[in-house]
Protein backbone atom coordinates (compact mmCIF):
# COMPACT_ATOMS: atom_id res chain seq x y z
CA UNK A 1 0.00 0.00 0.00
CA UNK A 2 1.13 3.60 -1.24
CA UNK A 3 1.25 6.12 1.55
CA UNK A 4 -1.24 9.04 1.43
CA UNK A 5 0.32 12.73 -0.33
CA UNK A 6 3.31 9.76 -2.18
CA UNK A 7 3.67 10.27 -6.11
CA UNK A 8 2.40 7.10 -7.95
CA UNK A 9 4.84 5.11 -9.90
CA UNK A 10 3.33 5.76 -13.40
CA UNK A 11 4.22 3.87 -16.70
CA UNK A 12 5.09 7.68 -18.35
CA UNK A 13 7.93 7.87 -16.09
CA UNK A 14 9.76 5.26 -17.91
CA UNK A 15 11.19 4.89 -20.74
CA UNK A 16 9.18 3.15 -23.81
CA UNK A 17 10.86 0.40 -25.24
CA UNK A 18 11.30 0.36 -29.02
CA UNK A 19 9.49 -1.86 -31.04
CA UNK A 20 11.21 -4.65 -32.73
CA UNK A 21 9.63 -4.17 -36.00
CA UNK A 22 7.20 -1.47 -36.95
CA UNK A 23 7.00 1.57 -39.92
CA UNK A 24 8.28 4.50 -39.27
CA UNK A 25 6.10 7.10 -37.26
CA UNK A 26 4.06 8.92 -39.87
CA UNK A 27 2.67 12.01 -37.77
CA UNK A 28 -1.50 12.67 -38.96
CA UNK A 29 -0.93 16.08 -38.74
CA UNK A 30 -1.28 17.48 -42.76
CA UNK A 31 2.67 18.68 -42.42
CA UNK A 32 4.14 15.20 -42.52
CA UNK A 33 2.37 14.30 -45.59
CA UNK A 34 3.87 17.81 -47.31
CA UNK A 35 7.18 17.08 -46.36
CA UNK A 36 7.40 12.86 -46.40
CA UNK A 37 10.88 12.85 -47.28
CA UNK A 38 12.92 15.16 -45.05
CA UNK A 39 16.40 15.82 -46.12
CA UNK A 40 18.10 14.46 -42.72
CA UNK A 41 17.38 11.85 -40.71
CA UNK A 42 16.22 12.80 -37.19
CA UNK A 43 18.80 11.39 -34.23
CA UNK A 44 16.72 12.18 -31.32
CA UNK A 45 13.99 9.13 -29.82
CA UNK A 46 10.44 9.76 -29.43
CA UNK A 47 11.06 7.54 -26.35
CA UNK A 48 11.50 10.56 -23.56
CA UNK A 49 11.52 10.33 -19.78
CA UNK A 50 8.48 11.85 -17.72
CA UNK A 51 9.47 15.48 -17.85
CA UNK A 52 6.30 17.47 -18.32
CA UNK A 53 8.44 20.49 -19.54
CA UNK A 54 10.02 18.35 -22.23
CA UNK A 55 6.75 16.41 -22.58
CA UNK A 56 4.50 19.70 -23.72
CA UNK A 57 7.37 20.86 -25.68
CA UNK A 58 7.77 17.90 -27.89
CA UNK A 59 3.56 18.19 -28.30
CA UNK A 60 3.93 21.55 -29.69
CA UNK A 61 6.18 21.27 -32.09
CA UNK A 62 5.52 20.03 -35.41
CA UNK A 63 6.13 16.04 -35.73
CA UNK A 64 8.19 14.45 -38.56
CA UNK A 65 8.78 11.28 -39.65
CA UNK A 66 10.80 9.15 -37.12
CA UNK A 67 14.22 7.82 -37.84
CA UNK A 68 13.06 4.27 -37.83
CA UNK A 69 14.16 2.02 -40.91
CA UNK A 70 15.17 -1.37 -41.78
CA UNK A 71 18.35 -2.54 -41.45
CA UNK A 72 19.08 -1.80 -45.42
CA UNK A 73 18.22 1.47 -44.99
CA UNK A 74 20.43 1.72 -41.64
CA UNK A 75 23.80 1.11 -43.95
CA UNK A 76 23.07 4.86 -45.70
CA UNK A 77 21.13 6.64 -42.91
CA UNK A 78 23.84 9.45 -43.75
CA UNK A 79 22.96 9.68 -47.08
CA UNK A 80 20.98 12.12 -48.29
CA UNK A 81 17.65 10.58 -50.22
CA UNK A 82 16.91 12.24 -53.87
CA UNK A 83 14.37 14.66 -54.49
CA UNK A 84 11.28 13.00 -56.69
CA UNK A 85 12.16 15.59 -59.36
CA UNK A 86 15.56 13.80 -59.43
CA UNK A 87 14.66 10.48 -59.82
CA UNK A 88 14.79 8.50 -63.21
CA UNK A 89 13.75 5.24 -62.32
CA UNK A 90 10.64 4.23 -60.66
CA UNK A 91 10.25 2.13 -57.37
CA UNK A 92 7.67 1.31 -54.96
CA UNK A 93 7.77 3.40 -52.17
CA UNK A 94 4.86 1.79 -49.63
CA UNK A 95 3.21 -1.16 -49.62
CA UNK A 96 -0.78 -0.87 -49.03
CA UNK A 97 0.57 -2.92 -45.50
CA UNK A 98 3.07 -0.84 -45.13
CA UNK A 99 0.31 2.03 -45.24
CA UNK A 100 -2.25 0.17 -42.85
CA UNK A 101 0.65 -0.65 -40.01
CA UNK A 102 1.54 2.80 -40.37
CA UNK A 103 -1.94 4.07 -39.40
CA UNK A 104 -2.32 1.67 -36.78
CA UNK A 105 1.20 2.56 -34.98
CA UNK A 106 -0.12 6.08 -35.23
CA UNK A 107 -3.73 5.05 -33.61
CA UNK A 108 -1.72 2.86 -30.89
CA UNK A 109 0.33 5.84 -30.01
CA UNK A 110 -2.09 8.24 -29.81
CA UNK A 111 -3.76 6.18 -27.32
CA UNK A 112 -1.14 5.33 -25.59
CA UNK A 113 -0.22 8.76 -25.26
CA UNK A 114 -3.87 9.46 -24.77
CA UNK A 115 -3.99 6.83 -21.75
CA UNK A 116 -0.56 8.59 -20.37
CA UNK A 117 -1.73 11.69 -20.37
CA UNK A 118 -5.07 11.26 -18.93
CA UNK A 119 -3.48 8.87 -16.57
CA UNK A 120 -0.92 11.95 -15.93
CA UNK A 121 -3.96 14.27 -15.03
CA UNK A 122 -5.67 11.74 -12.63
CA UNK A 123 -2.15 11.27 -11.17
CA UNK A 124 -1.40 15.29 -10.42
CA UNK A 125 -5.39 15.97 -9.31
CA UNK A 126 -4.95 12.83 -7.02
CA UNK A 127 -1.12 14.67 -6.09
CA UNK A 128 -2.84 18.11 -5.50
CA UNK A 129 -5.71 16.82 -3.58
CA UNK A 130 -3.67 15.11 -1.37
CA UNK A 131 -0.83 17.41 -0.92
CA UNK A 132 -3.49 19.67 -0.48
CA UNK A 133 -5.00 17.60 2.53
CA UNK A 134 -1.48 17.08 4.08
CA UNK A 135 -0.48 20.48 3.67
CA UNK A 136 -3.85 21.38 5.48
CA UNK A 137 -3.75 18.81 7.80
CA UNK A 138 0.12 19.40 8.67
CA UNK A 139 -1.24 23.69 9.16
CA UNK A 140 -3.99 22.23 11.51
CA UNK A 141 -1.67 20.32 13.43
CA UNK A 142 0.65 23.62 13.88
CA UNK A 143 -2.33 25.26 14.89
CA UNK A 144 -3.37 22.92 17.57
CA UNK A 145 0.27 22.86 18.78
CA UNK A 146 0.45 26.47 18.65
CA UNK A 147 -3.02 26.66 20.52
CA UNK A 148 -1.06 24.02 22.99
CA UNK A 149 1.13 26.53 23.44
CA UNK A 150 -0.91 29.47 24.39
CA UNK A 151 -2.59 27.29 26.74
CA UNK A 152 0.47 26.52 28.12
CA UNK A 153 1.67 29.36 28.19
CA UNK A 154 -1.51 30.38 29.85
CA UNK A 155 -1.59 28.56 32.78
CA UNK A 156 2.14 29.55 33.21
CA UNK A 157 1.09 32.86 33.57
CA UNK A 158 -1.83 32.77 35.95
CA UNK A 159 0.73 30.47 37.73
CA UNK A 160 3.04 33.12 37.80
CA UNK A 161 0.13 35.91 38.38
CA UNK A 162 -0.88 33.99 41.49
CA UNK A 163 2.46 33.65 42.70
CA UNK A 164 3.58 37.15 42.30
CA UNK A 165 0.59 37.96 44.00
CA UNK A 166 1.37 35.94 47.29
CA UNK A 167 4.99 37.15 47.00
CA UNK A 168 3.35 41.05 46.80
CA UNK A 169 1.21 40.45 49.57
CA UNK A 170 4.01 38.43 51.43
CA UNK A 171 6.76 41.24 50.97
CA UNK A 172 3.92 44.14 52.20
CA UNK A 173 3.39 42.12 55.33
CA UNK A 174 7.24 41.37 56.03
CA UNK A 175 7.69 45.69 55.36
CA UNK A 176 4.92 46.39 58.20
CA UNK A 177 6.43 44.07 60.79
CA UNK A 178 9.75 45.37 60.00
CA UNK A 179 8.29 49.13 60.48
CA UNK A 180 6.97 47.53 63.89
CA UNK A 181 9.87 46.41 64.61
CA UNK A 182 11.89 49.50 64.13
CA UNK A 183 9.30 51.17 66.72
CA UNK A 184 9.54 48.73 69.39
CA UNK A 185 13.46 48.97 69.21
CA UNK A 186 12.73 52.84 69.52
CA UNK A 187 10.83 52.36 72.59
CA UNK A 188 12.88 50.64 74.28
CA UNK A 189 15.32 53.26 74.18
CA UNK A 190 13.36 55.80 76.22
CA UNK A 191 12.78 52.84 79.05
CA UNK A 192 16.46 52.10 79.00
CA UNK A 193 17.11 55.61 79.54
CA UNK A 194 15.15 56.09 82.29
CA UNK A 195 16.71 53.15 83.92
CA UNK A 196 20.37 54.51 83.40
CA UNK A 197 18.64 58.03 85.12
CA UNK A 198 17.53 56.01 87.92
CA UNK A 199 20.98 54.47 88.87
CA UNK A 200 22.40 58.09 88.27
CA UNK A 201 20.36 60.15 90.52
CA UNK A 202 20.63 56.64 93.35
CA UNK A 203 24.19 57.95 92.76
CA UNK A 204 23.80 61.02 94.59
CA UNK A 205 22.45 59.25 97.71
CA UNK A 206 24.22 60.54 100.97
CA UNK A 207 25.76 58.42 103.72
CA UNK A 208 24.94 55.21 104.98
CA UNK A 209 21.71 55.18 102.54
CA UNK A 210 24.85 54.94 99.22
CA UNK A 211 23.85 51.27 99.41
CA UNK A 212 23.95 48.19 96.82
CA UNK A 213 20.14 47.69 98.04
CA UNK A 214 17.43 45.37 96.21
CA UNK A 215 16.48 48.74 93.89
CA UNK A 216 20.16 49.12 92.36
CA UNK A 217 20.28 45.06 91.73
CA UNK A 218 16.65 45.27 89.79
CA UNK A 219 17.39 48.21 88.02
CA UNK A 220 20.91 46.71 86.91
CA UNK A 221 18.93 43.95 85.69
CA UNK A 222 16.65 45.95 83.69
CA UNK A 223 19.41 47.64 82.29
CA UNK A 224 21.00 44.15 81.07
CA UNK A 225 16.82 42.66 79.77
CA UNK A 226 16.67 46.02 77.59
CA UNK A 227 19.99 45.68 76.02
CA UNK A 228 19.27 42.04 75.50
CA UNK A 229 15.67 42.92 73.96
CA UNK A 230 17.60 45.68 71.54
CA UNK A 231 20.17 43.20 70.61
CA UNK A 232 17.72 40.20 69.58
CA UNK A 233 15.61 43.03 67.92
CA UNK A 234 18.65 44.48 65.78
CA UNK A 235 19.78 40.83 65.00
CA UNK A 236 15.96 39.90 63.57
CA UNK A 237 15.86 43.35 62.29
CA UNK A 238 18.88 41.98 60.22
CA UNK A 239 17.15 39.23 59.11
CA UNK A 240 14.45 41.00 58.04
CA UNK A 241 16.35 43.31 55.85
CA UNK A 242 18.12 40.19 54.43
CA UNK A 243 14.89 38.36 53.86
CA UNK A 244 13.04 41.36 51.87
CA UNK A 245 16.11 41.42 49.22
CA UNK A 246 15.55 38.09 49.01
CA UNK A 247 12.08 38.19 48.11
CA UNK A 248 12.76 41.36 46.18
CA UNK A 249 14.85 39.62 44.31
CA UNK A 250 12.50 36.20 43.97
CA UNK A 251 9.33 39.49 42.82
CA UNK A 252 12.19 40.55 40.52
CA UNK A 253 12.31 37.14 38.75
CA UNK A 254 8.91 36.39 38.93
CA UNK A 255 8.38 39.44 37.06
CA UNK A 256 10.64 39.51 34.52
CA UNK A 257 9.22 35.38 33.43
CA UNK A 258 5.74 37.27 33.44
CA UNK A 259 7.27 39.77 31.08
CA UNK A 260 8.70 37.24 29.18
CA UNK A 261 5.41 34.73 29.23
CA UNK A 262 3.02 37.96 28.31
CA UNK A 263 5.08 38.67 25.30
CA UNK A 264 5.52 34.85 24.21
CA UNK A 265 1.63 34.39 24.07
CA UNK A 266 0.70 37.49 22.65
CA UNK A 267 3.20 36.26 20.01
CA UNK A 268 1.71 32.52 19.71
CA UNK A 269 -1.46 33.98 20.44
CA UNK A 270 -1.39 35.93 16.82
CA UNK A 271 0.37 33.40 15.13
CA UNK A 272 -2.11 30.73 16.66
CA UNK A 273 -5.04 32.93 14.85
CA UNK A 274 -3.03 33.51 11.70
CA UNK A 275 -4.62 32.21 8.76
CA UNK A 276 -3.88 32.18 4.90
CA UNK A 277 -6.02 34.80 4.49
CA UNK A 278 -4.79 36.77 6.97
CA UNK A 279 -3.07 40.14 6.84
CA UNK A 280 0.70 40.00 7.61
CA UNK A 281 1.74 36.74 6.04
CA UNK A 282 4.61 37.22 3.81
CA UNK A 283 7.46 34.99 2.61
CA UNK A 284 10.96 35.02 4.77
CA UNK A 285 13.17 33.22 3.12
CA UNK A 286 16.06 31.42 5.07
CA UNK A 287 13.79 31.63 8.48
CA UNK A 288 13.34 27.94 8.63
CA UNK A 289 17.11 27.57 8.97
CA UNK A 290 17.33 30.06 11.72
CA UNK A 291 17.35 28.43 14.92
CA UNK A 292 17.45 31.25 18.00
CA UNK A 293 16.38 28.94 20.19
CA UNK A 294 17.79 29.05 23.75
CA UNK A 295 15.61 25.96 25.71
CA UNK A 296 13.23 22.92 25.37
CA UNK A 297 9.77 22.70 26.60
CA UNK A 298 10.86 20.31 29.87
CA UNK A 299 13.95 22.90 30.61
CA UNK A 300 10.88 25.77 30.05
CA UNK A 301 8.83 24.62 32.03
CA UNK A 302 11.38 24.08 34.87
CA UNK A 303 12.46 27.60 34.45
CA UNK A 304 9.30 28.73 35.69
CA UNK A 305 8.92 25.96 38.01
CA UNK A 306 11.61 26.73 39.84
CA UNK A 307 11.20 30.46 39.98
CA UNK A 308 8.16 29.63 41.63
CA UNK A 309 9.44 27.12 44.07
CA UNK A 310 12.06 29.46 44.95
CA UNK A 311 9.40 32.39 45.44
CA UNK A 312 6.91 29.52 47.33
CA UNK A 313 10.41 29.26 49.51
CA UNK A 314 11.42 32.78 50.11
CA UNK A 315 7.53 33.15 51.00
CA UNK A 316 7.91 30.37 53.97
CA UNK A 317 10.94 31.74 55.21
CA UNK A 318 9.36 35.19 54.94
CA UNK A 319 6.34 33.93 57.07
CA UNK A 320 8.70 31.75 59.31
CA UNK A 321 10.36 35.32 60.43
CA UNK A 322 7.35 37.01 60.41
CA UNK A 323 5.69 34.51 63.41
CA UNK A 324 9.37 34.42 64.99
CA UNK A 325 9.14 38.47 64.56
CA UNK A 326 6.15 38.80 66.54
CA UNK A 327 6.70 36.33 69.59
CA UNK A 328 10.14 38.12 69.60
CA UNK A 329 7.90 41.34 70.50
CA UNK A 330 5.69 39.39 72.65
CA UNK A 331 8.45 38.10 74.80
CA UNK A 332 10.50 41.38 75.21
CA UNK A 333 7.14 42.92 75.85
CA UNK A 334 6.55 41.03 78.62
CA UNK A 335 10.30 40.78 79.98
CA UNK A 336 10.71 44.48 80.15
CA UNK A 337 7.08 44.88 81.58
CA UNK A 338 7.81 41.95 84.39
CA UNK A 339 11.31 43.77 84.90
CA UNK A 340 9.56 47.20 85.33
CA UNK A 341 6.97 45.76 87.71
CA UNK A 342 9.76 44.32 89.70
CA UNK A 343 11.38 47.75 89.65
CA UNK A 344 8.68 49.23 90.99
CA UNK A 345 7.78 46.83 93.48
CA UNK A 346 11.40 47.12 94.86
CA UNK A 347 11.12 50.66 94.44
CA UNK A 348 7.57 51.04 96.42
CA UNK A 349 9.41 48.85 99.34
CA UNK A 350 12.34 50.63 99.92
CA UNK A 351 10.72 54.13 99.93
CA UNK A 352 8.55 52.26 102.55
CA UNK A 353 11.60 51.44 104.55
CA UNK A 354 12.79 54.54 103.87
CA UNK A 355 10.09 56.54 105.26
CA UNK A 356 9.55 54.57 108.34
CA UNK A 357 12.97 55.07 109.07
CA UNK A 358 12.55 58.84 108.81
CA UNK A 359 9.70 58.54 110.55
CA UNK A 360 11.51 56.58 113.11
CA UNK A 361 13.97 59.26 113.27
CA UNK A 362 11.91 62.10 113.75
CA UNK A 363 10.55 60.42 116.50
CA UNK A 364 14.21 59.87 118.08
CA UNK A 365 14.93 63.64 117.34
CA UNK A 366 11.90 64.57 119.02
CA UNK A 367 12.78 62.94 122.07
CA UNK A 368 16.55 63.61 121.58
CA UNK A 369 15.45 67.12 122.09
CA UNK A 370 13.54 66.72 124.38
CA UNK A 371 15.88 65.26 126.50
CA UNK A 372 17.99 68.05 125.71
CA UNK A 373 15.96 70.52 127.18
CA UNK A 374 15.59 68.91 129.98
CA UNK A 375 19.16 68.01 130.57
CA UNK A 376 19.92 71.93 130.37
CA UNK A 377 17.16 72.48 133.00
CA UNK A 378 18.95 69.79 135.25
CA UNK A 379 22.17 71.52 134.31
CA UNK A 380 20.74 75.19 135.41
CA UNK A 381 19.12 73.41 138.36
CA UNK A 382 22.71 72.17 139.38
CA UNK A 383 24.17 75.06 139.16
CA UNK A 384 22.02 77.51 141.32
CA UNK A 385 21.97 74.19 143.74
CA UNK A 386 26.43 74.81 143.72
CA UNK A 387 25.74 78.59 143.79
CA UNK A 388 23.50 77.87 146.27
CA UNK A 389 25.61 75.73 148.49
CA UNK A 390 28.87 78.34 148.18
CA UNK A 391 27.11 80.81 150.32
CA UNK A 392 26.67 77.96 152.77
CA UNK A 393 30.23 77.72 152.59
CA UNK A 394 31.21 81.41 152.98
CA UNK A 395 29.78 81.39 155.98
CA UNK A 396 31.38 77.97 158.08
CA UNK A 397 34.02 79.53 156.80
CA UNK A 398 34.33 82.70 158.02
CA UNK A 399 32.62 81.34 161.50
CA UNK A 400 35.63 79.44 161.07
CA UNK A 401 38.60 82.30 160.18
CA UNK A 402 36.92 84.92 162.74
CA UNK A 403 37.06 81.91 165.32
CA UNK A 404 40.56 81.74 164.83
CA UNK A 405 40.81 85.11 166.26
CA UNK A 406 39.83 84.31 169.74
CA UNK A 407 42.39 84.99 172.20
CA UNK A 408 44.83 82.44 174.03
CA UNK A 409 42.80 79.90 176.24
CA UNK A 410 39.52 80.97 173.84
CA UNK A 411 40.64 78.93 171.07
CA UNK A 412 39.08 75.78 171.89
CA UNK A 413 37.65 73.33 169.97
CA UNK A 414 34.47 73.26 171.10
CA UNK A 415 31.39 71.42 169.55
CA UNK A 416 31.01 74.51 167.72
CA UNK A 417 34.57 74.78 166.04
CA UNK A 418 33.95 70.77 165.41
CA UNK A 419 30.88 71.76 163.80
CA UNK A 420 31.62 73.93 161.78
CA UNK A 421 34.43 71.94 160.40
CA UNK A 422 32.41 69.54 159.95
CA UNK A 423 29.53 71.79 158.34
CA UNK A 424 32.78 73.11 155.58
CA UNK A 425 33.68 69.55 154.96
CA UNK A 426 29.83 68.90 154.03
CA UNK A 427 29.20 71.86 152.18
CA UNK A 428 32.77 71.37 150.32
CA UNK A 429 31.57 67.43 149.63
CA UNK A 430 28.44 68.70 148.55
CA UNK A 431 29.19 71.09 146.21
CA UNK A 432 32.29 68.62 144.76
CA UNK A 433 29.42 66.17 144.27
CA UNK A 434 26.99 68.66 142.38
CA UNK A 435 30.13 69.78 140.35
CA UNK A 436 30.68 65.90 139.26
CA UNK A 437 26.59 65.99 138.60
CA UNK A 438 27.15 69.15 136.50
CA UNK A 439 29.90 67.84 134.60
CA UNK A 440 28.37 64.51 133.78
CA UNK A 441 25.01 66.38 132.97
CA UNK A 442 27.13 68.54 130.49
CA UNK A 443 28.48 65.40 128.83
CA UNK A 444 25.34 63.90 128.47
CA UNK A 445 24.08 67.04 127.02
CA UNK A 446 27.31 67.29 124.73
CA UNK A 447 25.84 63.71 123.56
CA UNK A 448 22.63 64.37 123.29
CA UNK A 449 23.23 67.35 121.00
CA UNK A 450 25.86 64.63 119.17
CA UNK A 451 22.87 62.41 118.93
CA UNK A 452 20.77 65.21 117.80
CA UNK A 453 23.01 66.22 115.20
CA UNK A 454 23.46 62.60 114.21
CA UNK A 455 19.54 61.94 113.60
CA UNK A 456 18.96 65.23 112.28
CA UNK A 457 21.98 64.29 109.48
CA UNK A 458 20.42 61.00 108.89
CA UNK A 459 16.84 62.63 108.60
CA UNK A 460 18.55 65.03 106.06
CA UNK A 461 19.86 61.64 104.07
CA UNK A 462 16.70 59.90 104.66
CA UNK A 463 14.81 63.14 102.95
CA UNK A 464 17.01 63.17 100.20
CA UNK A 465 16.69 59.38 99.37
CA UNK A 466 13.24 59.45 99.59
CA UNK A 467 13.23 62.77 96.74
CA UNK A 468 15.62 60.82 94.39
CA UNK A 469 13.42 57.45 94.88
CA UNK A 470 10.24 59.23 95.55
CA UNK A 471 10.05 62.47 93.28
CA UNK A 472 12.88 62.00 90.20
CA UNK A 473 12.99 58.29 89.78
CA UNK A 474 9.24 57.61 90.64
CA UNK A 475 8.02 60.35 88.80
CA UNK A 476 10.49 59.05 85.63
CA UNK A 477 9.06 55.78 85.52
CA UNK A 478 5.41 56.99 84.82
CA UNK A 479 6.01 57.46 81.64
CA UNK A 480 7.09 54.14 80.71
CA UNK A 481 5.88 53.14 77.22
CA UNK A 482 2.80 50.55 77.28
CA UNK A 483 2.36 47.18 76.37
CA UNK A 484 1.18 48.20 72.82
CA UNK A 485 4.07 50.61 71.77
CA UNK A 486 6.14 48.16 73.06
CA UNK A 487 5.22 45.78 70.44
CA UNK A 488 5.45 48.18 67.49
CA UNK A 489 1.90 49.77 67.69
CA UNK A 490 1.50 53.23 67.24
Request: proline letters at 3%; aromatic letters at 6%.
Amino acid sequence: MERVGCTLTSTYAHPRPTPTNFLPAISTMASSYRDRFPHSNLTHSLSLPWRPSTYYKVASSYPSVAPYCTRSQRVSENAMLPFVSNRTTFFTRYTPDDWYRSNLTNYQESNTSRHNSEKLRVDTSRLIQDKYQQTRKTQADTTQNLGERVNDIGFWKSEIIHELDEMIGETNALIDVKKRLERALMETEAPLQVARECLFHREKRMGIDLVHDEVETQLLTEVDTILCCQERTKLHLDKTIAQLAADRASQHELEKDLSDKQTAYRIDDKCHHLRNTSDGVGYFRGVERVDATVSVPKSWAKFTDDNILRSQSERAASAKLRDDIENLLVVTANEMWNQFNKVNLCFTNRIAETADAKNKIQTHLAKTLQEIFQTEMTIESIKKAIKDKTAFLKVAQTRLDERTRRPNIELCRDMAQLRLVNEVHEVDDTIQTLQQRLRDAESTLQSLVHTKATLEHDLAVKANSLYIDQEKCMSMRKSYPNTLRLVGFC
